[in-house]
Nanobody, 124 residues
Framework: QVQLVESGGGLVQTGGSLRLSCAAS????????MGWFRQAPGKEREFVAD????????RYADSVKGRFTISRDNAKNTVYLQMNSLKPEDTAVYYC?????????????????WGQGTQVTVSS
């Protein structure tokens, strides 16, 4: 069992930055691939970025490539999402998720555990 708690969301102006954190409980964090997803009102949950167990495989949605950076610190049981050059269309609730596999998936249906989400609002 893994419990995930996101933090770091908030209100920021266009062009600003935020760093999201996702702290995981348990001693097996390094066994999980991790993903960040987001969901805007009236829209489906969408893939943002994922990272493999070791951090050697990282992928991004085209919409955030070059602006967002995912990373993990297995010693701290934490995965991060650094978000730069934020745009109003990035406004959403951001969720981290854990999947007990080596290589992560872009599909939210594949993930076993989810955090409660953190709101990110980008004003124009």
């Amino acid at each position: 069992q893994v419990q995930l708690v996101e933090s770091g969301g908030g209100l920021v102006q266009t062009g600003g930055s935020l760093r999201l954190s996702c702290a995981a409980s348990g001693r097996t964090f390094s066994s999980y691939a991790m993903g960040w997803f987001r969901q805007a009102p009236g829209k489906e949950r969408e893939f943002v970025a994922d990272i493999s167990r070791s951090g050697s495989i990282i992928r991004y949605a085209d919409s955030v490539k070059g602006r967002f950076t995912i990373s993990r610190d297995n010693a701290k049981n934490t995965v991060y999402l650094q978000m730069n050059s934020l745009k109003p269309e990035d406004t959403a609730v951001y969720y981290c998720a854990a999947d007990n596999v080596a290589i992560p998936s872009r599909s939210p249906r594949e993930y076993d555990y989810w955090g409660q989400g953190t709101q990110v609002t980008v004003s124009s």
